[in-house]
Nanobody
Framework: QVQLAESGGGLVQTGGSLRLSCARS????????MGWYRQAPGKQRELVAIFTSGDTTTYADSVKGRFTISSDRAKNTVYLQMNSLKPEDTAVYYC?????????WGQGTQVTVSS
């Protein structure tokens, strides 16, 4: 089992910044995908930024140049630094991990960007 706990969401104005954190615990050995996803009202969950095969990063085109994923292995924490936020970034952000083909999710944290 993998446990994921997000924090850091909130309300911010257009152009502002937020940093999300995801603390992971449990059986972290074997995790080969780890990162951030989001789901806006009425839309499907989508990839935002992930680590694969260790340190390889993948970003959604819509966030490239604005968001940065990073990790602190000593703290077992993954971060998402979000800059130049736009109203269309408003969503529930989920931390996700894949371990031996099984997907795990955190409870989600709301990010709201006001115009």
């Amino acid at each position: 089992q993998v446990q994921l706990a997000e924090s850091g969401g909130g309300l911010v104005q257009t152009g502002g910044s937020l940093r999300l954190s995801c603390a992971r615990s449990g059986s972290i050995f074997g995790i080969n995908v780890m990162g951030w996803y989001r789901q806006a009202p009425g839309k499907q969950r989508e990839l935002v930024a992930i680590f694969t095969s260790g340190d390889t990063t993948t970003y959604a085109d819509s966030v490239k140049g604005r968001f940065t994923i990073s990790s602190d292995r000593a703290k077992n924490t993954v971060y998402l630094q979000m800059n130049s936020l736009k109203p269309e970034d408003t969503a529930v952000y989920y931390c996700g991990a894949t371990r031996f083909g099984q997907d795990y999710w955190g409870q989600g944290t709301q990010v709201t960007v006001s115009s």
